[in-house]
């Protein structure tokens, strides 16, 4: 998934060598709840993280060792997408509609409408799931579109 998408990012820690207790602050709980101890980061939980929120019945290797529950975990807690402006053939109908509204804007359209959302994610505890994700797969898109938008016009010879 991360070959598919630069916003997410994968670590591991090895209790044995590296005793990380805390990280921001946050105790990480590291074996709370059972091994592997999963935890995500974004702008709402900051550099502590949060702990795997389990929704899905079952153990998380076996939930989470099926793409597409991991794919809407790392989406929806991630508060990124694999859809991309310039391929949408892994973006909902949603998605696609949002790209062609923006698509023509410029980057100073588009910047306030990313610190809007941005300022949305303050309170994301407090928001329902699927308005989380929504938000984020929004600052998704409105990010790849403000990098084109500001990338020079390369011209042809």
């Known amino acids: 998934m991360k070959a598919n998408n630069s916003q997410v990012m994968f670590g591991d820690v090895n ?4 005793q990380v207790r805390t990280i921001g602050g946050a105790d990480q709980g590291p074996g709370a709840g059972g091994w592997p101890t999963i935890r995500y980061f974004n702008t ?4 502590g993280g ?3 929120p389990k929704e899905l019945p079952g153990a998380m290797c076996d939930v989470l060792g099926k793409e597409d529950n991991m794919r809407a ?7 990124t997408s694999l ?3 310039v391929d ?15 698509k023509a804007k410029d980057a100073s359209e588009i910047a306030p409408q990313l610190k809007r959302l941005s300022g949305m ?8 799931p699927d308005l989380a994700q929504w938000i984020g797969q929004r600052i998704a898109i409105l990010t790849q ?4 938008a500001a990338a020079p016009v390369k011209d042809e010879v």
């Open 73 to 79: 975990y790392i989406e929806t807690q991630g508060w």
């Open 44 to 47: 709402a939980t900051g550099y």
């Open 145 to 148: 579109l403000e990098s084109a």
């Open 88 to 102: 949408n053939s892994k973006c909902s109908d949603k998605q696609v509609d949002f790209i062609a509204k923006w």
């Open 83 to 85: 859809c991309s402006v």
């Open 50 to 52: 949060a702990p795997y």
């Open 15 to 18: 209790l044995s060598e590296e």
């Open 121 to 128: 994610t303050k309170d994301a505890k407090s928001l329902k």
